[in-house]
């Protein structure tokens, strides 16, 4: 599937649909170039699970978790780890096999350990089409 947006609030607002729709142990990819709005497309899916606390990127710590919503919520930025065995360390599959609701950020760079089931979700700028302009393919794979 492939969604239009034209503003950062229509990207929050599909995150929110995304977030609502979003059920125990689902994993999202998002894949998309600095500053295209993964974080605001997270921040949008974290409201969708009636997360009330501020969402950030968490690129120094690797994930972080947010339990108040009505499901438990991982979110992961892995743009800056050195080598895929960190993700290990921080026990990666107890999250994104376990209760809650995951989403990795710059997924392509641990593409070895993602689970098999997942949706891929990629933000594309087009300045032709204006700067606020996204398209964002939303693709299930198992």
Same mark, same amino acid.
């Given at each position: 599937?492939?969604?239009?947006?034209?503003?950062?609030?229509?990207?929050?607002?599909?995150?929110?649909?995304?977030?609502?729709?979003?059920?125990?142990?689902?994993?999202?990819?998002?894949?998309? #170039?600095?500053?295209? !709005?993964?974080? *605001?497309?997270?921040?949008?899916? $974290?409201?969708?699970? /009636?997360?009330?606390? &501020?969402?950030?990127?968490?690129?120094?710590?690797?994930?972080?978790?947010?339990?108040?919503?009505?499901?438990?919520?991982?979110?992961?930025?892995?743009?800056?780890?050195?080598?895929?065995?960190?993700?290990?360390?921080?026990?990666?599959? #107890?999250?994104?096999? !376990?209760?809650? *609701?995951?989403?990795?950020?710059? $997924?392509?760079?641990? /593409?070895?350990?993602? &689970?098999?089931?997942?949706?891929?979700?990629?933000?594309?700028?087009?300045?032709?089409?204006?700067?606020?302009?996204?398209?964002?393919?939303?693709?299930?794979?198992?």
């Amino acid at each position: 599937m492939i969604i239009e947006t034209r503003s950062a609030e229509e990207t929050y607002q599909l995150g929110i649909e995304i977030g609502r729709k979003a059920t125990k142990g689902q994993v999202y990819t998002l894949v998309g #170039d600095l500053g295209v !709005g993964k974080t *605001v497309f997270t921040q949008g899916l $974290a409201k969708g699970l /009636e997360i009330e606390e &501020p969402i950030s990127s968490p690129t120094f710590t690797i994930v972080q978790v947010y339990d108040e919503g009505r499901l438990p919520f991982y979110h992961f930025d892995v743009y800056r780890i050195g080598d895929i065995s960190e993700m290990d360390e921080i026990g990666f599959e #107890d999250y994104v096999y !376990g209760e809650g *609701v995951s989403l990795i950020e710059w $997924a392509n760079m641990i /593409e070895d350990i993602l &689970p098999e089931e997942r949706i891929a979700i990629t933000i594309e700028k087009d300045l032709e089409q204006g700067f606020d302009y996204r398209k964002i393919t939303i693709e299930e794979e198992a």
